[in-house]
């Protein structure tokens, strides 16, 4: 078994890449993405907080978890200043099928279903990544305060892709993580590519 605190798991890059013309066609969406990207960082602290309850190791891999949980509630606050200041609800909103299909693929036996599902969460902070590198590129100039908040995210989720990629490499053997990678990335693939376009940072790429 691999230290999660020492391990520096780096996964392939994802296997579909956004289309273009994706983050341009938002940009009249603005307002919309900002209530999702509320509701995407108060999923994503209780995701880490689940991970605390459940993921094995020491002092290491609890307090990485916990500065990870703590920090998606950090975005999340940020994102209400940000709605408020705009003057804008922070509403609920009909999210995108995206992490429940994803979890579709999952294994239902251990070890392999908590593995999994580190994987999909490092998967999802890949795509996060991806999607929010995009939206900061196409803001740049038109909104910068809003590029400035989607640069700043992303260098969180970089970090985040890689804690959860730690993790899931100290429950699985390297051959297996990566066979299992691999699966669930293509998943990912098909079910992102199934979904329509939406003003949701997890809907379909192509307008
Ligand atoms: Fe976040
Ligand atoms: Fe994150």
């Not at 999923?43 to 609890?62: C, D, H, Y």
């Not at 003057?87 to 909103?93: S, T, V």
Request: proline content about 7%; aromatic content about 6%.
């Amino acid at each position: 078994m691999t230290s999660a605190e020492s391990a520096t798991a780096a996964l392939p890059p994802l296997p579909y890449a956004t289309p273009p013309q994706w983050a341009p066609a938002l940009l009249e969406h603005t307002a919309t993405l900002l209530v999702d990207q509320g509701h995407l960082e108060k999923k994503a602290a209780a995701g880490a907080l689940s991970f605390l309850f459940r993921v094995p190791g020491g002092n290491e891999v609890q307090r990485s978890l916990s500065a990870l949980a703590r920090e998606e509630l950090v975005h999340f606050e940020r994102t209400l200043r940000l709605l408020a200041a705009r003057g804008i609800g922070f509403e609920p909103l009909q999210p995108s099928r995206y992490a429940e299909r994803l979890k579709t693929a999952i294994s239902r036996t251990m070890p392999h279903r908590l593995a999994d599902e580190l994987l999909v969460a490092a998967i999802i902070e890949a795509r996060s990544h991806e999607r929010m590198a995009l939206l900061a590129r196409a803001l740049r100039g038109r909104d910068d305060e809003l590029a400035t908040f989607y640069d700043d995210l992303c260098e969180a989720e970089a970090r985040h892709e890689s804690l959860y990629a730690a993790l899931a490499a100290s429950l699985l053997p390297a051959d297996d993580l990566t066979a299992r990678f691999d699966v669930l990335s293509r998943h990912e693939q098909a079910v992102l590519t199934a979904l329509p376009f939406a003003p949701r940072l997890h809907a379909g790429g192509s307008p």
